[in-house]
């Protein structure tokens, strides 16, 4: 869903990166990861208010492949390490969560797989298909894309002190469940969505 909007955003993008423009886009991929891995570190120790100052360091991850196409260095590497840092990024997050008691382990485990099932059927059909093209292609669809995660779970960080009203549950233990419900369905959108293009193959 958040994706639909990039094109709207990219002028802006486009003037957000002429900082790091001398940046190799592998190093900001890891910059990225670092401070948004920073984030569930800070929701492990006790401090929720830091955690969503650095879950604004998600903004950074969008860095990396601008970057890249604006300085000609687009590579295969590195839009695999980008997915695996996200993948990585999310799964730190969750933990985190966990080992703070804002979640339980349980839905920590539960959304972490739902998350990267996500990319895992959209890297093998892309392979299947034998799409070429990093990023975004014919089965960058769904609801629980990465940009639909991050906005959940940034909401659910932001207000963490917060109890839903008429439940027992915070916040984050909200988002998190919306995270898993909106994976097992882009999950399904995708796998539906590949078994459409790849008919006949």
Known sequence: MFSKLKSVFEPLLNILIRPFLWISPNVMSMI?????????????????????????????????GQ??????????????????????????FFFGAAYGGYISFEIAFIAIVASV???FVKAVATAAMGETKVGTNALSVGIGQRGDRLFLLFLGTLFIDSVIPFTSFNSLEIMSGLVVLTSVITFFWRLIKANTLLKGQ
Request: charged letters at 20%; zero cysteines; glycine letters at 12%.
């Open 67 to 92: 970057i890249a196409r604006k300085t000609g260095r687009v590579t295969k590497f590195g839009g695999l390490l980008d997915t695996n840092l996200d993948r990585l990024a999310e799964a730190v």
């Open 32 to 64: 990225a990861f670092s401070i948004s891995a920073g984030s569930g570190i800070a929701l492990a120790i006790g401090k929720p208010r830091l955690a969503a100052i650095l879950f604004v360091g998600n903004i950074l991850d969008s860095f990396d």
């Open 117 to 119: 099932m996500v990319s």
